[in-house]
């Protein structure tokens, strides 16, 4: 369960408002004032409990992430503490029934990764490999003896997850992926992993590496612990990256592996298996970019107030300012009520790949989009580390692009809509 924090809305959690319904929008003299925050009262949608968790990871992530991620991200580093902080607040695995996990809903779920990518989508990555990718592949497709094993651990962040399935000729196309897995010649129970595995967020630094592989000819999912293998794996870092510089990110190498026979999920075969994953990643993503593009937005709200130009008139006097912060609070406002529609259905066992599809594309494509329009508010003071904007951007076009870049949901939907696979 979570901790005694979850209960009460804490004291301070930053700037941001966190009431809810009418008291949220009113003035002192009772009328209705439109909100900037929440301009189509949104949080009339979330229950106490949810609102309490939101403000909980708010208050963890502006106090205690937000003070790192300046550095974090010039330095190119990952502070692995950050999952044991996580871990200790609930923050891991949250949707999860049992294993040491909070077991909340979905929209619950959603909020705390919104707040989480408000300061930087790395730190989302970090979090959402860890907990959707991995913890929720053991969840829906372990036996109850690798459950026991892992989840509890890695609810507490002692346990480092990722989740290796692209490979550097295979991107968008995981049928095609290389990596085997063959049964070891002499010893029973064991299996042999060999093939390439890159862009993988928390690999250098995972204590549990879970692998796709083609066994026979039919992709399987595997459980390599680092701790247990001898020879023939190699977790080199990726750096010198654009975006995404306050996670980690590498590749797995494996040249025969060993991996125990208990090791592998042994009822799910095909793609369905990491498929089912990536969904649920996919959803934490949609919400995660609302978190960063209403950060933008406040930014660049903040700094138009704050700059004076021209007759020493502030910036957001002007038109064209405020038409970048009117699109950008339009898209931030209807992403966030269509990541609550489908968390709901969610909830209920009711949403389809292709919901998450379309608010997973819309939502990283409209952050994006507006992300770089209000940059151009800062000027030249964008190119600044400081201002934050810059980074954001960066960050958007790394959650635009992977875990299904924008164009593959396109056909993703296209397919649904006409009945006609475009992919080959």
Same mark, same amino acid.
Request: with cysteine; charged share 25%.
């Given at each position: 369960m979570f901790r005694p924090l979850f209960r009460t809305i804490p004291p301070t959690v930053s700037r941001f408002s966190l009431s809810c319904g009418k008291k949220y929008a009113s003035t002192s003299t009772g009328q209705l004032a439109f909100d900037w925050e929440d301009p189509l009262g949104t949080m009339d949608l979330l229950a106490e409990d949810e609102i309490a968790i939101s403000a909980t990871a708010r208050a963890y992530c502006q106090e205690n992430l937000l003070p790192r991620v300046l550095q974090a991200y010039r330095d190119e580093n990952y502070d692995r503490e950050i999952q044991e902080e996580m871990g200790e607040l609930g923050l891991l695995g949250a949707t999860i029934k049992g294993y040491g996990c909070a077991g909340v809903g979905n929209v619950a779920s959603g909020l705390i990764t919104r707040e989480v990518e408000r300061v930087d989508s790395g730190y989302r990555s970090g979090m959402s490999v860890q907990s959707a990718l991995v913890m929720g592949g053991i969840?829906?497709?372990?036996?109850?003896? *690798?459950?026991?094993?892992?989840?509890?651990? !890695?609810?507490?962040?002692?346990?480092?997850?990722?989740?290796?399935?692209?490979?550097?000729?295979?991107?968008?196309?995981?049928?095609? !992926?290389? /990596? &085997?897995?063959?049964?070891?010649?002499?010893?029973?129970? &064991?299996?042999?992993?060999?093939?390439?595995?890159?862009?993988? /967020?928390?690999?250098?630094?995972a204590d549990v590496l879970m692998i796709w592989a083609k066994l026979d000819g039919?992709?399987?999912?595997?459980?390599?612990?680092?701790?247990?293998?001898? @020879?023939?794996? @190699?977790?080199? $870092?990726?750096?010198?990256?654009?975006?995404?510089? $306050?996670?980690?990110?590498?590749?797995?190498?494996?040249?025969?592996?060993?991996?125990?026979?208990?090791?592998?999920?042994? @009822? &799910?075969?095909?793609?369905?298996?990491?498929?089912?994953?990536?969904?649920?990643?996919?959803?934490?993503?949609?919400?995660?970019? !609302?978190?960063?593009?209403?950060?933008?937005?406040?930014?660049?709200?903040?700094?138009?107030?704050?700059?004076? *130009?021209?007759?020493?008139?502030?910036? $957001?006097?002007?038109?064209?300012i405020q038409k970048k912060l009117v699109d950008a609070s339009t898209d931030a406002a209807f992403g966030l009520l269509a990541s609550i529609q489908v968390g709901r259905l969610k909830d209920k066992g009711m949403a389809l790949p292709e919901m998450i599809s379309m608010i997973k594309r819309q939502n990283c494509d409209r952050a994006l989009v507006n992300a770089r329009a209000l940059q151009e508010i800062f000027g030249g003071n964008a190119v600044s580390y400081e201002y934050g904007i810059g980074r954001h951007v960066a960050n958007l076009f790394v959650t635009q692009t992977y875990e299904g870049q924008s164009d593959i949901h396109s056909l993703i939907l296209g397919r649904a809509i006409t009945g006609v696979q475009a992919f080959c």
């Open positions: 969840e829906e497709h372990g036996t109850e003896e *690798q459950k026991e094993r892992f989840l509890p651990k !890695m609810a507490k962040g002692k346990l480092l997850g990722c989740f290796g399935l692209t490979e550097p000729n295979h991107g968008s196309d995981p049928g095609s !992926m290389e /990596t &085997v897995a063959r049964r070891h010649p002499t010893k029973q129970g &064991v299996f042999l992993l060999s093939g390439s595995k890159t862009w993988i /967020t928390n690999s250098p630094i039919k992709v399987r999912g595997f459980l390599i612990e680092r701790g247990e293998v001898r @020879s023939g794996l @190699s977790t080199p $870092a990726i750096k010198n990256k654009n975006g995404l510089r $306050a996670s980690i990110t590498g590749m797995i190498l494996m040249d025969d592996v060993e991996v125990p026979e208990e090791n592998l999920f042994p @009822s &799910v075969e095909g793609l369905k298996g990491p498929f089912s994953c990536l969904n649920n990643a996919r959803y934490g993503i949609a919400w995660g970019a !609302m978190g960063a593009l209403e950060d933008c937005i406040d930014r660049a709200r903040t700094y138009s107030l704050e700059r004076k *130009q021209f007759k020493g008139n502030p910036l $957001a006097k002007y038109q064209l």
